[in-house]
C-alpha cells in the first residue's frame, strides 16, 4: 500500500473517531440535561380549565359542562394519567378513568349538571386530574405524581313561577296553621275537661266522641305535616297542586263543627247532670220524709203500703248510690230510674191520702179534746171554742186530703204538737200550784173530794163531747162524721152541787197532763219505727262545677320555615352562610399555598404550584375544601362575591406569584414573569389574596409559604398592612438569607434578582427584619429543617434552621436527611408529608391556633 493510500485511511479514520466522539459528546450532554431537567422539576404541567367555573341556574334546569384537559411533558415522555369527577357537596364519584398522554395531547369531558334539589343552595363539584410520566431510556422520569383539581359551582334559585307559587301556598297555609293551632287549643281544652269531669260526671259516650275527633284532628296534622314537608323541600309546585286537590278548608270545618259540638255537650252533660243530682236529691229527701207514711201504715196494719214505702226507700237510695259511683249505663237510664221513683211516689202520695187525711183528723181531734178541756178547767168557758171545734177540724181534715206528699208532715208535726202540748200542760200545772200556795189553798185528802175530782173531769168530758156532737152535725159530710163517731163515745155526767166545784177544777189543773188517748196516740207514732229509721240515707251527691284548667297551648307551629338557601359539602348539608358574621367566622378563613423559589429558571410556574399537592389534599380530610388553582384571570372569571364561601367551610387554594395577566382585546393573557424582585412578586399577592378574599368573602387569609414564599408574604404585609392576614406558616423560608454554595449557585439555575434579595445583608432583607416594621395582628410560625450540613451549619442543605426561625414567631424543627448536591435536598422533601408527616401536624396544629 503507497504512503498516499495510507494517510487518507488514517484521515478517515480520525475524522470518523472524532464524529463518533462528537456524536457521543452530544447523546452524553442530552442524557444529563434530561436528568438535570428532572432534578431541578421539569416533569410534568398540567393544564385543567373548566368551561365554566360558576353556574347559575333554576331546579329543573340543566348544564353541559366541558372539561379541558391537556399536559406539558419533556421531550420523548408520555404520562400516565388518571381523572376523577366527584360531587363534593354529597361526597360521591360520578366519574373516573384512565388515559395516556402526549405532550400537546388534548383531552375533553362532559357532564351534565342539574341541581340536587328544588329551591335555592348550592352544589360543589370537582374534577382532579394525577399524572406520572412513564419511565423510558429517553424519559428518565422519577414517576412522581402531579396533581391539579377545578372547582366547579352550581349555584340554584327558584324561578319566577316557583317564587309565585311559593307566595300563593303560604297565602294559604299561613292562616290555615293558625287556624289549626286554635283548633288544637279547643280540642285539648275540651279532652281537658272530659279528663277532669269524668271522676263525678259520666263521659264514656263523649270520650268516644272526643276520641273520634281527636283521630281525625291527628290525620289532618299528618295531612298538615306532609304538606309541611313539601315546604321545606321547596317543592312549591307540588304543594300547590297539593293544596289545591286537598280540601283543608272543608276537612277543617267538619273537626270544628264537631268540637263546638262537642263543647256544647259538655256543657249540656253537665247541666243534666246537675239537674239529675237535684232531682235525685229532691227523691231520696221525699223518701227520708216517708216516716210519716210508713208510721200511719204501721198504727193501721197496712202491710201493702207498708211495703211500698221501704220499697221507695230502698230505690231511692239504690239509684242515689249508683249516681255517685257513676255505675249506671247512661243518662238515659238514670232518668228512667227516677222517673220510676217519681211515678212509686205518687202511688204513695195516691194510696197514702185517706190514712193521712184520717190521722190528722184524729191528731186535730185530741189536741182540741185537750185544749178544750184546759180551757174549761181554767174556768174560762166563754172563751173556749167548744162549738167550732168540729168545723176546725173538718178543715184540717180537708186540707190534708188536698196536700202532696210530702209536703204532708202528719206525723212529725203530730209529734211535734204533742211535745208542744205537754210543755202547755206543765206551764198551766206549775202556773197553778204557784198560785195555789199564794192563796194558800190545800186540798182535803179525803174521798169526797176525790169524787169531787173525778165528778168534775167527767162532767167537762162530756160537755165537750156534747159540744162535739152538736158541731159535727154542723158538718155536712156523711165520711167525715163517720170517720169520727168512733172517737166521740157517749156523753156521761155526774149530778154536783156548787160546793168543791171550784177546788176541784184547780186540783185538775195543778195535775194538768195529757189524756189517755193522746199518750196511747204518741206512743204509737213517736218516735218512728226502727225499721224505718235504719232505711234512711243521707243525700250526698254535689253538683258538678266546670273545673278550671291550666292554661292550654297549641304545639302547632303557626308558621312556615324560611327555607334558606341550603349549601352541601363533604356529605353535610346546611343552610348557606350568607349572614355578615360569616366573613369573620375565623375556623373558615381560606388557606393560601405559596410556593418557594424556583431553582430552574426555564421551568414553567406551574411547576411550582405542585409542591403543596400532598398537604393540600390532606387538608381536605380535616374539612378544607381543596379549591385548585388561583391566576390572575381567577378574578376575571364569572363567579360571584362569596360563591366559595356560602359551604361554610373553609377552602384552599395554590397561588404563584410569577404569573400576571393583561388585557388584549377582550381577552385577558396570563404570562410567567420570573425575573422581578420580591417587592414585585409582593404586589402581586396582593391581587391573589383580594381575589381569594372576594371569592370567599372572608375578611381575612391564611398563607401557608414555603421557602421564598415566606419573604413574599412577610414583604406583602409590610407593604400593604396585616390586616388581611390571619395566620403566616412558613416552611423553609431564608428569613436571615442563603449564604455559602447554595448563595453561589442560586443565579446559576435561578433568577438573578430574587437571589440578590435572599443574600444575607442585603437591603431587601434589612428592611424586611426592621423590628419596628414586623406585623403585630398575625401569627407567625416557622418551620425549619434540621440534619443536613448547610454552609457548616445546621438546616435543610439549602437554608439554615438560624435563617429559617424568626423571634416573634412560634418555631418548629423537623428532622430528616439530604442526598448531596445533586440528590433530594431536606429543603423541597419537608412537603413531602408521607415522609415528613410531622410537618403536616405543625401545620394543623397551627391552623386550629394550639400554642406549642
Known amino acids: ?90 361526597d360521591v364519584m360520578l366519574d373516573e378513568g384512565n388515559l395516556t398522554l402526549r405532550n400537546g395531547d388534548r383531552y375533553f369531558r362532559e357532564y351534565l349538571l342539574s341541581p340536587s334539589r328544588a329551591g335555592r343552595g348550592q352544589d360543589v363539584y ?35 313561577q316557583e317564587k309565585a307559587l311559593r307566595q300563593e301556598s303560604q297565602d294559604i297555609m299561613l292562616p290555615f296553621l293558625a287556624r289549626l293551632a286554635a ?47 313539601l315546604w321545606s323541600a321547596e317543592n312549591y309546585s307540588g304543594l300547590r297542586q297539593e293544596l289545591g286537590d286537598f280540601p283543608l278548608d272543608n276537612t277543617f270545618d267538619a273537626l270544628q263543627r264537631n268540637v263546638t259540638m262537642l263543647s256544647a255537650a259538655v256543657d249540656g252533660r253537665i247541666a243534666l247532670h246537675n239537674a239529675l243530682v237535684n232531682r235525685t236529691i229532691s227523691l231520696v229527701a221525699e223518701a227520708n220524709a216517708a216516716g210519716d207514711i210508713y208510721a200511719l201504715a204501721v198504727a193501721a196494719n ?22 255517685s259511683r257513676l255505675d249506671f249505663k247512661g243518662y238515659g237510664s238514670l232518668q228512667g230510674a227516677l222517673a220510676e221513683l217519681s211515678d212509686r211516689e205518687k202511688a204513695i202520695e195516691n194510696d197514702s191520702k185517706s190514712l193521712r187525711a184520717g190521722s190528722r183528723a184524729r191528731w186535730a181531734f185530741l189536741l182540741a179534746k185537750e185544749r178544750d178541756r184546759a180551757c174549761l178547767l181554767s174556768g174560762e168557758e166563754d172563751s173556749c171554742l167548744l162549738n167550732g171545734t ?33 210543755q202547755e200542760h206543765l206551764r198551766i200545772g206549775n202556773e197553778t200550784q204557784q198560785r195555789l200556795r199564794e192563796q194558800n189553798i190545800s186540798f182535803p185528802a179525803d174521798s169526797s173530794f176525790n169524787r169531787s175530782v173525778t165528778d ?76 224505718f229509721s235504719h232505711a234512711l240515707l243521707p243525700a250526698n251527691l254535689t253538683a258538678a262545677v266546670d273545673p278550671p284548667l291550666p292554661p292550654v297551648n297549641s304545639t302547632i307551629g303557626t308558621s312556615l320555615p324560611d327555607n334558606p338557601a341550603l349549601c352541601c359539602i363533604f356529605g353535610e348539608c346546611a343552610p348557606c352562610c350568607t349572614a355578615p358574621s360569616c366573613a369573620s367566622q375565623e375556623e373558615t378563613f381560606p388557606i393560601i399555598f405559596l410556593h418557594g423559589h424556583a431553582f430552574n429558571k426555564a421551568s414553567a410556574p406551574a411547576y411550582s404550584l405542585d409542591a403543596f399537592n400532598l398537604i393540600q389534599y390532606a387538608l381536605e380530610e380535616e374539612g378544607y375544601l381543596n379549591a385548585g388553582i388561583v391566576t390572575p384571570l381567577t378574578a376575571t372569571e364569572g363567579i360571584s362575591a362569596g360563591e ?80 388581611d392576614v390571619n395566620r403566616l406558616i412558613m416552611i423553609a423560608t431564608p428569613n436571615q438569607g442563603i449564604a455559602g454554595k447554595v448563595n453561589d449557585l442560586c443565579p446559576l439555575f435561578g433568577e438573578e434578582k430574587e437571589c440578590q434579595d435572599m443574600q444575607p445583608g442585603s437591603l431587601f432583607l434589612n428592611r424586611l427584619n426592621d423590628p419596628s416594621r414586623q406585623p403585630q395582628r398575625v401569627q407567625l410560625y416557622t418551620i425549619a429543617g434540621i440534619g443536613c450540613d448547610t454552609d457548616r451549619k445546621d438546616g435543610d442543605g439549602v437554608v439554615a434552621a438560624e435563617s429559617a426561625h424568626l423571634p416573634q414567631a412560634e418555631q418548629f424543627n423537623v428532622s430528616g436527611t439530604c442526598g448531596g448536591i445533586f440528590g433530594e435536598q431536606l429543603h423541597t422533601a419537608l412537603l413531602d408529608i408521607s415522609r415528613y408527616p410531622q410537618t403536616m401536624g405543625i401545620i394543623k396544629s397551627a391552623l386550629r391556633g394550639d400554642s406549642s
Open 644 to 723: 366559595w364561601g356560602l359551604s361554610g367551610k373553609p377552602v384552599s387554594v395554590k397561588a404563584s406569584y410569577y404569573l400576571d395577566a393583561y388585557l388584549e382585546g377582550k381577552q385577558y393573557v396570563i404570562i410567567p414573569t420570573k425575573s422581578e424582585n420580591i417587592d414585585t412578586y409582593a404586589l402581586r399577592l396582593k391581587d391573589v389574596i383580594a381575589t381569594v378574599k372576594e371569592r370567599t368573602g372572608r375578611e381575612k387569609v391564611n398563607i401557608v409559604a414555603h421557602s421564598m414564599g415566606g419573604l413574599v408574604a412577610r414583604r406583602y404585609m409590610q407593604a400593604f398592612g396585616d390586616a
Open 302 to 323: 197496712d202491710s201493702r203500703l207498708r211495703a211500698a214505702v221501704l220499697g221507695f226507700i230502698h230505690q231511692a237510695n239504690e239509684t242515689q248510690r249508683s249516681f
Open 1 to 90: 500500500m503507497d504512503k498516499d493510500k495510507k494517510e487518507s485511511i488514517v484521515r478517515w479514520l480520525w475524522r470518523s473517531a472524532i464524529s463518533l466522539g462528537i456524536v457521543l459528546l452530544i447523546l452524553a450532554a442530552f442524557g444529563v440535561t434530561l436528568r438535570l431537567n428532572f432534578l431541578l422539576g421539569d416533569e410534568i404541567i398540567i393544564h385543567l380549565s373548566p368551561q365554566q367555573d360558576s353556574f347559575w341556574i333554576h331546579y329543573g334546569e340543566q348544564r353541559i359542562e366541558v372539561i379541558n384537559l391537556s399536559i406539558e411533558t419533556p421531550l420523548y415522555c408520555a404520562a400516565s394519567c388518571t381523572y376523577a369527577f366527584t360531587d363534593k357537596g354529597q
Open 183 to 229: 283548633l288544637d287549643i279547643a280540642l285539648k281544652t275540651q279532652s281537658g275537661r272530659i279528663v277532669l269531669l269524668a271522676p263525678t260526671v259520666k263521659m264514656d259516650d263523649l270520650q268516644e266522641r272526643k276520641a273520634a275527633i281527636e283521630g281525625g284532628f291527628s290525620s289532618l296534622l299528618l295531612d298538615t305535616e306532609r304538606l309541611k314537608a
Open 456 to 531: 168534775v173531769s167527767a162532767n167537762i168530758s162530756a160537755a165537750i163531747m156534747e159540744a162535739y156532737a152538736e158541731s159535727l152535725s154542723a158538718v155536712n159530710d156523711p165520711a167525715f162524721a163517720d170517720l169520727l163517731s168512733p172517737w166521740m163515745g157517749a156523753p156521761s155526767s155526774a149530778a154536783m152541787n156548787g160546793t168543791g166545784i171550784r177546788e176541784a177544777k184547780d186540783y185538775l189543773l195543778a195535775h194538768l197532763d195529757i189524756g189517755q188517748d193522746t199518750a196511747a196516740y204518741e206512743a204509737s207514732f213517736c218516735p218512728l219505727p226502727a225499721q
Open 390 to 422: 168540729m168545723a176546725n177540724i173538718y178543715d184540717a181534715y180537708q186540707h190534708e186530703l188536698s196536700t202532696e206528699w210530702p209536703s204532708s208532715t202528719v206525723v212529725a208535726r203530730t209529734c211535734s204538737e204533742i211535745a208542744d202540748l205537754k
Open 126 to 160: 370537582r374534577f382532579d386530574v394525577t399524572c406520572r410520566s412513564i419511565h423510558s431510556a429517553l424519559c428518565p422520569a422519577r414517576g412522581e405524581a402531579t396533581y391539579r383539581s377545578s372547582l366547579i359551582l352550581l349555584n340554584y334559585d327558584l324561578s319566577e
